[in-house]
């Protein structure tokens, strides 16, 4: 019987911009060797590696999964934040060359998915276009509506987020917590709110948009957007119940989805 562990393989050593390393990107879920296929999985803002860790187990076998690490918490507390988001997906872009012997598919979740567009815009430049682009809880890139919640203040912040309902808002309840992990979400609401591209280029890969029926933050105009991100008849989409985090009680219908995908 198969468990999802970290992969034991020796890890990369190539440095990104950050200085950073290329093993400290991702936290790596084997369950077949080699893999069929790589799942690389980026969380939303103020999000972590961790929030995928139950992805394993609800995908196939030969499917592999990357989780992203983004810089300034859990195990890369004190790493620096990047300074903008196509930095960030640049440095990502970089870790992932020793994963590139096997086809690709990105996941990203309300940032995530731009940071996933920006990765496959870099990989489709160096000929490894990724084989699925799915893009959840966010509108295309170049129909965001501008925001500026990174510059308010803490409570302001917060509340936002409470708006949204995510898993592990009450780690900002605790005084001690919040102190570690406010400055990430900034960080991250700052890279997202001043990414603004009016003029993306489309993609060669094939776009699948998920979103929550009820999230104010998606409109079906928007999520449909993507559709301009690709070729004609290389977009779909779904939606599930629930809003900007409906992905936490429907994962089961939602990585089934996924699976069927991928192929």
């Keep these: ?47 972590a590696a961790t929030f995928f860790q139950g992805w394993p187990r609800l995908l196939p076998d030969d499917v592999e999964v990357l989780a992203v690490r983004y810089p300034g918490r859990q195990s890369r507390l ?86 949204h309902g995510g ?4 780690v900002y309840e605790d005084p001690e917590l919040r102190e570690l992990t ?3 979400l900034r960080a991250d609401y700052r890279l997202i709110e001043t990414y603004l591209p009016r003029d993306p280029r489309p993609l060669r890969t094939p776009i699948t948009a998920y979103a929550g029926a009820t999230d104010p933050d998606c409109t079906p105009a928007g999520v449909h957007a993507w559709s301009e991100l690709t070729a004609p008849g290389r977009f779909d989409h779904r939606w599930f119940p629930g809003g900007h985090f409906y992905l936490t009680p429907s994962e089961p219908e939602l990585l089934a989805d996924i699976a069927t995908r991928l192929g």
């Design 167 to 170: 898993p592990g808002v009450s």
């Design 182 to 184: 406010l400055p990430a």
């Design 1 to 47: 019987m198969t468990t999802s562990r970290e992969t034991d393989r020796p890890r990369p050593q190539s440095v990104t911009s950050t200085g950073a390393a290329a093993d400290v990107w991702f936290q790596v879920h084997r369950r077949a060797r080699p893999p069929r296929l790589r799942l690389l999985c980026l969380p939303h803002a103020g999000g």
């Design 78 to 163: 004190l790493d620096p934040f990047a300074p903008d988001l196509p930095t960030l997906a640049a440095d990502i872009h970089a870790a992932l060359d020793p994963y590139l012997d096997r086809p690709l598919a990105l996941f990203g979740h309300s940032m995530g998915s731009a940071v996933a567009y920006e990765i496959a815009l870099r990989l489709e430049d160096r000929g490894h276009a990724p084989t699925r682009l799915l893009a959840s809880g966010r509108v295309a890139p170049h129909r965001a509506a501008p925001s500026d919640r990174h510059t308010r203040d803490d409570e302001a912040l917060i509340d936002a987020v409470r708006r």
